[in-house]
């Protein structure tokens, strides 16, 4: 059975950090690329990032780049997303989502608040 379960969210002040983690198992996680989702309140869900399958190969929305760092541990089946100098604006879901050809997982999504 393939699971992808997220940890690490939380509620943080503006300007702080945090890790989120995800744990992968019932699919072959070296093989997969990996991604972070996130969804804010009545918005459409949309990429943060993508780190292929050797770890060589990054992607990052604009507006998160050179604040947000993905990183794959192959060996642990799991997948970060370290997030500095956090905004209010980053508040949202963020989902772990694994890709490879037509196999496409999701997993149930971690809340970042940023407020004050």
């Known amino acids: 059975q393939v699971q992808l379960v997220e940890s690490g969210g939380g509620l943080v002040q503006p300007g702080g950090s945090l890790r989120l983690s995800c744990a992968a198992s019932g699919f072959t996680f070296s093989t997969f690329a990996m991604s972070w989702y996130r969804q804010a309140p009545g918005q459409e869900r949309e990429l943060v990032a993508t780190i292929t399958s050797a770890g060589g190969i990054t992607k990052f929305a604009d507006s998160m780049k050179g604040r947000f760092t993905i990183s794959r541990d192959n060996a642990k089946n799991t997948v970060y997303l370290q997030m500095n100098s956090l905004k209010p604006e980053d508040t949202a879901v963020y989902y772990c989502?694994?890709?490879?050809?037509?196999?496409?997982?999701w997993g149930q999504g971690t809340q970042v608040t940023v407020s004050s």
């Open positions: 989502n694994a890709r490879l050809y037509l196999y496409n997982y």
